[in-house]
């Protein structure tokens, strides 16, 4: 058994894996910093997902 370090319940950030207290004012991020970054880089996934047809897919047949 292991005590653990930090009363109450935490959950890993999302960005850089530190434990962040349920309570806290960015959760489940450990703060704005790491929240900005995980969007920042949900964006930048949606705009690989979307690439914009190419006129090579319009004239395969
Ligand atoms: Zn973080």
């Known amino acids: 058994m292991s005590a ?3 009363p109450g ?3 890993p950030c999302p960005t850089c894996k530190a434990a962040v207290a349920a309570k806290a ?3 489940p991020f450990c703060g704005d910093r790491c929240k900005q970054i995980d ?3 949900w964006f930048n996934e ?3 997902v979307s ?3 190419e ?3 319009l004239d395969e047949e």
């Open 46 to 48: 949606s705009y690989k």
């Open 4 to 6: 653990s370090p930090t």
């Open 51 to 53: 690439r914009p047809i």
């Open 9 to 11: 319940p935490t959950s």
């Open 39 to 41: 969007l920042g880089r």
């Open 55 to 57: 006129q090579a897919d």
């Open 25 to 27: 004012p960015a959760f």
